[in-house]
């Protein structure tokens, strides 16, 4: 059975990415696995990516996509053609269009749709109370017509992958019917996390470390509040990764406390969160971490 995979993004090895061609690259060699995405970081290859772009021509590719977005829609479209074209399953990432499973659907194709995250209907409703409650207007970047752009995809699904109860949950919350939804787990893998088992020498003070954008989709300021309330002293709370504009100029009183450090985003994750110990995921619609 063969397989073809949509993912709309740059693949760069890391992050989603990683977790993609992990689950598709070791299919049996039958399944002639294609993964689709716009293209592909320099260091990375697959040989199941099929990229719209060459790597050589990033830099070019980008800077058109930013006078007149095109990337999207070549990626699209050489999945579509590709998967009709070949049969077996279609496989859509979040991200992917409408259209897309529409064309599929025209063509007699089987439609799956991978999950990571919530419906985001549900994430619309649950970050709409986070930014009421934290006293910010909701800029959290969910528009109705978006959410509702993913219902008509996961409603020309034949079955959605779910990798967590919150996303089942989600799903159910929104009408999607029981029966498609098939549930998943996504696996932890000690060769990609190589550096954080290498044994790095724990924190001389106690360490709390929270990995990802800090943002209040993520939960940092509810975080920044309980170790304000906690009052521990001689500890330190870490903060890895990009601040957005949800914490920028007075906002940034919100991660304000004695032992809190925001250190932007570092290559050195696995090291530091090696060396903490307590790692604090408190996100408030990403589903579950394991």
């Not at 919350?173 to 020498?201: C, M, Q, Y």
């Amino acid at each position: 059975m063969k397989v073809t995979v949509l993912f709309p993004n740059v693949a760069t090895g890391g992050q989603v990415s990683h977790v993609c061609f992990s689950l598709y690259e070791p299919f049996p060699a039958e399944s002639e696995v294609h993964i689709h995405c716009h293209s592909l970081e320099r260091g990375f290859r697959s040989p199941v990516a099929r990229p719209a772009v060459p790597p050589a021509l990033n830099a070019l590719a980008w800077r058109l996509e930013r006078a007149r977005p095109f990337l999207h829609g070549r990626t699209v479209g050489r999945f579509v053609r590709d998967a009709a074209g070949r049969g077996g399953v279609a496989l859509l990432w979040p991200g992917a269009v409408v259209e897309a499973a529409r064309a599929l659907r025209a063509r007699g194709c089987r439609v799956v749709m991978e999950m990571i995250n919530c419906h985001q209907a549900t994430a619309r409703r649950i970050l709409e109370d986070a930014f009421r409650r934290a006293g910010l207007p909701a800029e959290h970047g969910i528009a109705e017509a978006s959410a509702a752009r993913e219902s008509d995809v996961y409603a020309l699904a034949d079955a959605i992958f779910s990798p967590s109860p919150m996303t089942r949950l989600s799903l159910l919350e929104n009408g999607v019917p029981e029966e498609k939804i098939l549930d998943t787990a996504f696996g932890w893998s000690p060769e990609h996390n190589r550096r954080l088992l290498a044994g790095v020498p724990k924190a001389e003070a106690f360490t709390v470390i929270s990995a990802g954008t800090v943002c209040v989709r993520k939960g940092a300021h509810l975080l920044a509040a309980a170790w304000r309330d906690a009052g521990l002293r001689d500890g330190r709370l870490l903060f890895a990764g990009a601040v957005t504009e949800d914490f920028a100029g007075e906002r940034a009183g919100l991660l304000a406390g004695g032992g809190i450090e925001c250190l932007g985003h570092r290559a050195d994750l696995p090291e530091l969160l090696g060396a903490a110990h307590v790692f604090a995921f408190p996100t408030l619609e990403e589903g579950r971490a394991v």
